[in-house]
């Protein structure tokens, strides 16, 4: 079965920080993954999104990685704000069925001041 | 501002009524799709639609209803609510079916049954 994984559930880090939140999926055969932020009791707001072909894709601070020999996908924020924290999910596209996500169930993030 | 848009935002039901969960976007996307936030689990697709007249079935499909006879609207029926269906909904479009260009979400419709 094709899964997505993200662990940790939940990180605390202080403002300022570096830090890497990781995906990771089942099948290397993946067409897309895409980075998403949720805020509480708010929809889905895309981040970045990295063709099968690409290794990584920049968007100010941050910077998603894709390893599909490794089944490894890592969001990179630099210099954490507390306007950061939110919920992160990321969703896979899988080669043949690229129109249906299958979504890791996110990564809780709160930056402290 | 251009972008998908979902109604209601809240919305209680009984268990065994029925109801719509309206999903319109104004992109003149293609693709568009319903999923559903639960605790735990992530969001999961429940049915999609690649084109006007097109439908097809996601993972948890039982229990909804799709029709697509507009490029802009998506709507979602439930046919005989169920606790079991309390969730948060969401529709999402995207330009090319996803690969390239990504999926737009709404801001979702939370929706209770007791």
């Known amino acids: 079965k094709q899964e997505v994984t993200q662990i940790p559930a939940a990180l605390s880090v202080p403002e300022g920080e570096n830090l890497v939140l990781n995906c990771s999926f089942t099948?290397?055969?993946?067409?897309?993954l895409q980075w998403f932020r949720q805020d509480p009791g708010k929809g889905l707001t895309s981040l970045l999104l990295i063709q099968s072909s690409q290794r990584e894709q920049t968007s100010g601070r941050l910077n998603a990685s894709l390893d599909k020999s490794s089944g490894r996908s890592t969001l990179y924020i630099a210099a954490s704000q507390p306007g950061d924290s939110a919920t992160y999910l990321c969703a896979v596209g899988w080669t043949g069925t690229a129109s249906k996500l299958t979504f890791g169930t996110g990564t809780r993030l709160q930056v402290t001041l | 501002n251009a972008g998908v848009t979902q109604t209601p935002k809240f919305q209680v039901l009984k268990t065994g009524q029925s109801m719509t969960l309206q999903c319109a976007q104004d992109?003149?996307?293609?693709?568009m799709s319903w999923y559903r936030q639960d605790p735990g689990m992530g969001l999961r697709l429940i049915h999609y639609?690649?084109?006007?007249?097109?439908?097809d079935q996601g993972e948890v499909p039982n229990g909804y209803n799709v029709s697509r006879s507009t490029t802009e609207d998506f709507p979602l029926r439930l046919l005989s609510a169920a606790p079991s269906q309390t969730s948060v909904y969401f529709c999402a479009s995207s330009q090319d079916r996803g690969p390239v260009y990504g999926y737009t979400f709404g801001s979702g419709t939370r929706l209770t049954v007791v």
């Open positions: 099948d290397s055969a993946i067409y897309n």
């Open positions: 992109m003149n996307h293609e693709y």
């Open positions: 639609s690649v084109g006007a007249g097109i439908t």
